[in-house]
C-alpha cells in the first residue's frame, strides 16, 4: 500500500486507477436490487420453457438429446443431458426454478447465483437452437451477482442474520467488483451489437424500425411510420445514439449515473421495439447499479 | 481545513505517519493522545473506514484544528482486501476480460481469425463455454433480409395433410419466440448447413405428437411489406420442406427444395413460324 512518506504523485497512475475501479469497497444495496431483478427475469424466462419443457427436451421431443450433443462445441455440457425421463427432466428445471427463487428472495444469495448459473447455463446447453438475447444475459447477470456479496441487503440471509443478532456488512470490495463486472458488460454488450447493427443498410438509412416493427412481439407503431417518413428515421437514429451513448457514458462518473437512469427506460422501450422485451429489460438490469452510483458516493 | 488525504488509511499504513508527513508539508503539529496510532489496530467490523474515523476523532488534531470529516471515498479504502487478493483477483480479472474480448471477437457476424479462435478455444473455452459465457452479444435485431423475418413451423403426417401441428401457433411473448428460433435454425441451417440435423429432431417430435412414423416438416417465412407496400400484412412464403420419415428405426430426411429456390421452368420454344414468303 502506499507508502506515508512518500509523496503521492498528482495523476493517479493506471496500477491506482485499476485498484480504485476495482476495489474501492461499495454499498451492496445497489448489488441487491440487481439481485432481485435478475432473478424476477430469470423466472419470466424459466416461465417462457416451462410450458413446452418435455414437449423440447422430454423421451421423444422436438430437440433429441443426441442431436443438440452434436450441435455444442467442445466442452459445451449440460446437467440437462442426464435427464431421460419426464420425471427427471421435471426434477431438474424444478431445481432451477429453485435456484432463480432463492436468487429472487435472496436465501443464500451466493451460493444460489452460482447454483442458478449452472443450471441455466445447462438449460441452454441442452437446447441451443431455443436460445435468445435475453438467455444470454441472465447467464451473464447470474455469474456477476455470484462474485458479490448480493445478499447483504433486501434478503431472507440479511433477515435472518439480523434475527441471529450478526451484522452483515454493508460496504464490500467484492460488490465493487461484482459492480464493475455489471458495467464492463453492460458497455460490452452494448458495443458488440451495435457494431454487429452498423453493418446493416437499414441502420444507417434509417429504416431498421420499420423491420422491427413488422416483427410479432414487437409494438407495432408502423401506422406511424407510415405517416412520417422522418419519424421512422428519427426512431432508428434514436436506438443507436442511445446505445452509442449508453456504452460510452457509463465509463464517466460524471455521466455515469445520469445515462444508467435513461437506461432504465429506454432498454425496455428498445426491447419492446425489437420485439426482444426481456432483452431490454435485461439490459436495464445490467445499468441499475450505476443508476444507484449516489449511494456508492454517500 | 485539512483533510486526511486518501490513501493513508490503508491495512499496515500507520495514521501518525500519514499525517505527521501531512502536518510538516503544511507546517503545522501533530499531537496524538495515544501517540502511536496504527490502522490496523483500529479497523473493526461493519464500515470500517467510518469506524476508523470515530476512533481517531478527538485524539489527534493538526496544529490544534480537528481535521474535516474526511472525503466519502476516503473511508471505503479501509476495507479494500490485502495486496495478495487484489493481486489474486486483478489476474483473475484481467485473465476474463481478455476470454471476454476473444469471445466477441470470435463469435462475431463477420467471422473468426484462425489465431484467435485457437487460443480462445485453448486457453478460455474450457471455462468459457460450459458457463455460457462464450458469447459474441451481436445483436443486430434486423438487417431487415429474410432471415430476419419471422419463421413458423407445422409438422403434418405425410400421407395426410390434416393431421397437422403448428408452432407457435396460438403462443406469445418469449415462449412463442423460442419456437420461431427453432423454425428459423431449420430454414437458416445456423447449426448444420442446411438445417438437416435440427428438423430430423424436431421430426422426432412430431412422430410422437401425430402417431405416426412419417411425417412432413415445412417451416414458412412471414415476410413483412416494403414499406411503400399497399398493406401491412406479411407474405408467407415457404422456406423449409423436408419429409422425414422412420424406416426400420432410422430416421431418414428427404429435403424438397422450396419453390422459390427452384429454378424457373423453362418454357420449350415455340416452333419458328413458317413466312408466308417462305411457303412454297
Redesign the interface.
Known amino acids: 500500500?502506499?507508502d506515508?512518506?512518500v509523496?503521492?504523485a498528482v495523476t493517479p497512475s493506471v496500477g491506482d486507477t485499476?485498484?480504485t475501479f476495482?476495489?474501492?469497497?461499495?454499498p451492496v444495496q445497489p448489488l441487491a436490487v440487481a439481485r432481485i431483478l435478475t432473478g424476477l427475469l430469470g423466472l419470466?424466462?424459466a416461465?417462457?420453457?416451462a410450458?413446452?419443457l418435455l414437449?423440447?427436451f422430454g423421451p421423444?421431443?422436438?430437440?433429441?438429446v443426441d442431436?443438440?450433443k452434436?450441435?455444442r462445441?467442445?466442452?459445451?455440457?449440460s446437467l440437462y443431458d442426464a435427464a431421460v425421463t419426464p420425471g427427471q427432466v421435471q426434477a431438474m428445471f424444478g431445481g432451477t426454478v429453485a435456484a432463480l427463487v432463492a436468487v429472487t428472495i435472496g436465501l443464500g444469495s451466493r451460493l444460489a447465483s452460482v447454483v442458478a448459473?449452472?443450471l441455466?447455463?445447462s438449460l441452454?446447453?441442452r437446447g441451443?437452437?431455443?436460445?435468445?438475447?435475453?438467455d444470454?444475459c441472465l447467464?451473464?447477470l447470474l455469474?456477476c451477482l455470484a462474485v458479490g456479496p448480493c445478499g447483504n441487503a433486501w434478503s431472507v440471509d440479511a433477515w435472518l442474520a439480523d434475527r441471529a443478532g450478526r451484522?452483515l456488512?454493508?460496504?464490500?470490495?467484492w460488490a465493487r467488483?461484482s459492480w464493475g463486472l455489471l458495467l464492463?458488460?453492460a458497455s460490452?454488450?452494448t458495443l458488440?451489437?451495435l457494431?454487429?447493427?452498423v453493418?446493416?443498410?437499414?441502420w444507417w438509412d434509417g429504416?431498421?424500425a420499420?423491420?422491427?416493427a413488422?416483427?410479432?412481439?414487437a409494438i407495432d407503431l408502423?401506422?406511424w411510420?407510415?405517416t412520417s417518413?422522418y419519424l421512422?428515421n428519427l426512431v432508428t437514429h434514436a436506438i443507436v445514439a442511445f446505445e452509442i451513448a449508453f456504452a460510452v457514458s457509463l465509463w464517466f462518473e460524471p455521466t455515469r449515473q445520469a445515462v444508467a437512469w435513461v437506461a432504465l427506460v429506454a432498454w425496455p422501450l428498445v426491447g419492446m421495439l425489437?420485439?426482444?422485451?426481456?432483452?431490454g429489460a435485461a439490459m436495464a438490469i445490467f445499468a441499475v447499479p450505476c443508476a444507484m452510483d449516489d449511494i456508492s458516493?454517500? | 481545513m485539512v483533510v486526511v488525504p486518501e490513501g493513508r488509511w490503508g491495512p499496515g499504513g500507520l495514521i501518525d505517519g500519514s499525517l505527521r508527513a501531512e502536518a510538516e508539508a503544511s507546517q503545522t503539529t501533530v499531537s496524538g493522545a495515544g501517540g502511536h496510532v496504527n490502522a490496523r489496530s483500529l479497523r473493526g467490523p461493519g464500515n470500517p473506514g467510518e469506524t476508523l474515523w470515530r476512533r481517531l476523532r478527538g485524539r489527534i488534531t493538526l496544529g490544534g484544528v480537528t481535521p474535516a470529516e474526511p472525503r466519502s471515498d476516503d473511508a471505503p479504502r479501509a476495507d479494500r482486501p490485502s495486496e495478495a487478493v487484489c493481486a489474486a483477483v486483478t489476474i483473475a480479472l484481467a485473465a476474463y476480460l481478455i476470454g471476454l474480448v476473444l469471445a466477441v471477437a470470435t463469435n462475431s457476424l463477420g467471422g473468426s481469425s484462425p489465431l484467435l479462435g485457437t487460443i480462445k478455444s485453448r486457453v478460455f473455452s474450457p471455462v468459457l463455454v460450459p458457463a455460457w459465457l462464450d458469447l459474441g452479444y451481436d445483436y443486430r435485431l434486423t438487417y431487415g433480409g429474410l432471415e430476419d423475418a419471422d419463421h413458423d413451423l407445422t409438422i403434418a403426417a405425410h400421407d395426410d395433410a390434416s393431421a397437422a401441428v403448428e408452432r407457435p401457433g396460438d403462443r406469445r411473448g418469449e415462449r412463442a419466440a423460442r419456437w420461431r428460433r427453432l423454425a428459423r435454425t431449420i430454414a437458416s441451417g445456423n447449426f448444420d448447413e442446411d438445417g438437416s440435423v435440427v428438423a430430423a429432431g424436431a421430426a422426432r417430435g412430431g412422430f410422437r405428437l401425430l402417431q405416426v412414423g412419417d411425417v412432413e416438416i415445412t417451416v414458412d417465412r412471414l415476410q413483412p411489406p416494403e414499406r411503400n407496400a399497399s398493406t401491412l400484412d406479411a407474405t408467407r412464403q415457404e422456406a423449409s420442406t423436408a419429409r422425414i420419415r422412420r424406416v426400420e428405426g432410422d430416421v431418414q430426411l428427404i429435403r424438397k427444395e422450396p419453390p422459390s429456390e427452384l429454378a424457373p421452368r423453362l418454357r420449350p420454344a415455340a416452333p419458328p413460324r413458317s413466312s408466308p414468303e417462305a411457303t412454297p
Open positions: 500500500m502506499t506515508a512518506s509523496p503521492r485499476w485498484l476495482w476495489f474501492t469497497p461499495a419470466l424466462l416461465w417462457s420453457y410450458s413446452d414437449e423440447w421423444d421431443g422436438w430437440v433429441p442431436v443438440a452434436s450441435w462445441p467442445r466442452w459445451g455440457m448459473a449452472v441455466w447455463a441452454l446447453h441451443p437452437m431455443l436460445v435468445g438475447p435475453a444470454d447467464s451473464v455469474w451484522r456488512v454493508d460496504r464490500s470490495s467488483v464492463v458488460h460490452v454488450i458488440a451489437a457494431l454487429a447493427q453493418r446493416g443498410d437499414v429504416t431498421a420499420w423491420w422491427l413488422s416483427r410479432a412481439g408502423r401506422a411510420y407510415l417518413e421512422l425489437a420485439g426482444e422485451p426481456l432483452w458516493r454517500r
